[in-house]
């Protein structure tokens, strides 16, 4: 017994003696609660070993490559992870494919894959992934998540066109009246129709699809008005006319008929009898108060009133001075008219034999 009782404590001794040499893990290297040994957090790359970063590839459909993302395309998602320890990765589990809608709504596409088919409920989807790098082992086993709102904007190097899946649908929402005057600009609903135009007015054209994904503008009266490959309509007789937006094989349209049109003379300032016979010798009439402005500094379509319809935007056309003769009597006994000032719309009368700026209304 005694025998056995020492080589117990032998046995002991040597035991302890051994784990004592392994001291592998140091007081720095354990979690203050638990003891747990610490390593590296996973990192995830891309092909190019760039941190954080991932790839995506595109298989196009069997149609035809096309400019943009489409019904049957498939996209690879493709990463490495690792860390100092040499933990397993298991990524896959938590990739996520996001949907966001025209109308910024988000939903889930799919989850644990690495490649997605985009299906026909997919139309009009900006698409992005969300992927957390993580290891089976090790501590911790987890990294920041990587999101990604759009993947067809992440890489300018990779060969996802731009822009949402093909919505396969076109609608004219809105126009911006005077878009390229920042004083005059003014966004319209597409069902308000403006009543007055001249000469150079502009509107630009806005549809629920990216701008530059339209394959085609047109017009169909083009010496009424002219359109630009960027929907920017520029205005240039009396008439009604139609614009269309072409989108692969969907089309949408809006109609303009303005019933007030509007001349500038370019040559000079006239007295009110002047500008009077100006623009009757012309077959045309000065306008009147209303016809010009209702309210000062009122913006609103349709109205039926040059000012409020297109504000200061006029004075981008060729014009002489700063405010336009009306019809209108102001003060009888002074032989007084209204006239509007371009910038405001602001009416005030002055003598019939004073000089200022002429338009006219085209029958």
Not at 93 to 102: F, H, L, S, Y
Not at 274 to 292: S, V
Not at 309 to 316: A, K, Q, R, Y
Request: proline fraction near 5%.
């Amino acid at each position: 017994m005694k025998k056995m009782c020492l080589n117990n404590r032998v046995v002991a001794f040597i035991l302890l003696t051994s784990l004592g040499s392994l001291g592998i893990a140091y007081a720095t290297d354990l979690t203050g609660g638990t003891g747990v040994i610490n390593g590296t957090a996973p990192v995830i790359y891309n092909g190019k070993n760039e941190p954080d970063r991932v790839d995506f590839s595109r298989e196009y459909n069997n149609v035809d490559e096309g400019e943009e993302l489409d019904i049957a395309d498939k996209i690879e998602l493709t990463w490495k992870v690792t860390d100092a320890e040499g933990d397993q990765e298991i990524t896959l589990p938590t990739v996520e494919w996001i949907c966001t809608d025209a109308s910024s709504n988000k939903h889930v596409l799919a989850t644990a894959i690495n490649e997605y088919v985009i299906r026909p409920a997919d139309k009009g989807c900006t698409i992005g992934v969300n992927i957390t790098p993580t290891t089976l082992t090790g501590v911790p086993r987890e990294n920041a998540k990587v999101s990604i709102a759009d993947i067809s904007s992440y890489d300018d190097n990779d060969n996802i066109p731009t822009g949402p899946v093909n919505p396969h649908i076109l609608n004219i929402i809105n126009y911006i009246v005077a878009p390229n005057n920042q004083t005059a600009k003014y966004t319209v609903p597409a069902d308000a129709k403006f009543q007055t135009a001249y000469a150079g007015a502009q509107i630009q054209i806005v549809t629920d699809n990216v701008a530059d994904q339209i394959d085609e503008w047109t017009t169909s009266n083009p010496a009424i008005a002219t359109v630009s490959d960027t929907g920017l309509v520029t205005i240039k007789a009396k008439g009604g006319f139609r614009i269309t937006a072409r989108h692969n094989e969907v089309k949408a349209s809006i109609i303009f008929n303005p019933q007030l049109f509007f001349i500038f003379n370019t040559e000079k300032s006239l007295s009110w009898y002047d500008a009077k016979a100006w623009c009757e010798n012309q077959g045309y009439r000065l306008p009147t108060d209303d016809e010009l402005s209702t309210k000062e500094g009122a913006r609103g379509i349709p109205s039926g009133s040059l000012w409020q319809e297109w504000g200061s935007s006029m004075s981008d056309a060729p014009h002489k001075g700063v405010v336009l003769w009306s019809s209108s009597l102001g003060v009888a006994a002074e032989n007084a008219y209204f006239y509007m000032y371009i910038s405001s719309g602001r009416m005030v009368s002055n003598h019939a034999d004073v000089s200022e700026g002429v338009t006219c209304i085209v029958p």
